[in-house]
């Protein structure tokens, strides 16, 4: 069995409801967690994301200037950030399955509907930590695998096509971003 | 905090796609459990307790929230900035009023916002139906606590549903498309999948 030591992890909420900024920040303390910075808005929580290098990234998807998503899609641009890796749960009210599958489809690791509750806040976070899952790149999406079961018997289209690429040699993230900027 | 220097990601190779393996930064923060470690989930929950002295004022606030922003409708009739202010006062609620004690208020809040948000045309939203919801959402938090308070409020807020859905099935009889998301259950599980692995 393992437990999560929040006190080393640092957060950022972003919610431009202030009540439930409030609630997220008391429930990490509760867990634990020492760092826990908030902005109200998706360029504040850019900007904050930038700033504070968090570990894990909460943010509401219904926010004013750009929302959660397109918040969501600007972390999710591979060289164009210092971690484009970084978990992001999706915290919201909308749960329809349009709303969850564009979540999924934008980058989101996680999606957890409101109304929040601490357990399922710690299984978010635990999944995080304990579950990180690769991260897949094509010409359409940047993000983490959105397969989260092997399902042995899937009868459904294979999407993805297998087998080696003929390029041999590929150039790692950091000096895609070298030569994307000279 | 200390932090580690950036470890470079495994990357692999496919002919439509890459999967790309990032070192977990945050695998440090995964310690094995003690038998006596207080449970942080009952810890957490205990620091929300003490929180939710405040939750009438706030459910309080967002309902005046939520009147001025029927008010403004009623006043001005729907525009963009009319239509978003009010749908975004009745979403709030939607995801906190269970939080602070009220679900039913949070049912009701929901059914306001599937009128808002999947009637096509703002214009035919019916302000009457809208006032019904503002008024059963006000009229569950002033009889909270009350006998049959419960009873009637589970009434009233299927009835608000169920008007809401056959409007929105005769507003939306051309968007059959549409109409499957629009009645459809949320699909967002209440629990993440158990981890069990590092």
Not at chain 2, 166 to 190: K, T
Request: proline content about 7%; overall charge neutral.
């Amino acid at each position: 069995m393992i437990r999560i030591d929040f006190h080393r992890l640092r957060f950022l909420v972003i919610d431009d409801n202030a009540h439930m900024r409030r609630i997220v920040r008391t429930l990490l303390h509760g867990f634990g967690a020492r760092e826990v910075y908030e902005t109200e808005d998706g360029a504040a929580g850019l900007e904050a994301f930038t700033h504070y290098s968090p570990d894990i990234l909460i943010t509401d998807w219904a926010m004013p200037i750009f929302d959660g998503l397109e918040l969501t899609q600007m972390i999710r641009q591979p060289g164009a950030n210092s971690n484009p890796y970084v978990p992001i749960i999706m915290l919201t009210g909308h749960s329809e399955k349009k709303r969850v599958t564009a979540a999924r489809d934008t980058g989101v690791t996680e999606f957890l509907a409101k109304p929040i509750s601490a357990k399922a806040l710690y299984q978010r976070v635990l999944n995080i930590v304990a579950n990180p899952r690769p991260f897949i790149k094509t010409r359409t999406y940047f993000g983490p695998d959105r397969r989260r079961i092997n399902a042995q018997n899937y009868a459904g289209p294979e999407r993805r096509k297998g087998g080696n690429a003929d390029v041999i040699r590929q150039p790692s993230l950091l000096e895609k971003a070298r030569t994307s900027t000279k | 905090m200390a932090r580690t220097k950036t470890e470079q990601p495994l990357l692999k190779t496919f002919a439509d796609h890459e999967v790309i393996v990032p070192a977990n930064p945050l695998r440090h923060a995964a310690v094995a459990a003690r038998p006596d470690d207080e449970d942080p989930v009952a810890r957490a929950e205990g620091a929300l307790a003490l929180l939710s002295s405040e939750f009438s004022m706030w459910m309080d606030l967002e309902c005046k929230r939520l009147d001025a922003a029927r008010l403004a409708v009623r006043a001005r009739g729907f525009s963009a900035s009319t239509h978003e202010t009010l749908f975004h006062a009745a979403h709030d609620i939607k995801g906190e009023a269970a939080t602070f004690g009220y679900p039913m208020v949070a049912i009701a809040a929901e059914s306001l916002c599937r009128l808002i948000e999947h009637t096509p045309d703002m214009r035919r939203i019916p302000t009457p139906l809208v006032d019904q919801h503002v008024d059963a959402m006000r009229a569950i938090i002033r009889e909270n606590g009350r006998p049959e308070a419960a009873t009637v409020a589970v009434r009233l807020t299927r009835e608000l549903r169920e008007v809401t859905d056959a409007f929105l099935r005769v507003e939306n009889r051309d968007r059959m498309h549409e109409m499957d998301g629009i009645l459809s259950p949320p699909l967002a599980p209440d629990v993440a999948p158990e981890a069990t692995r590092i």
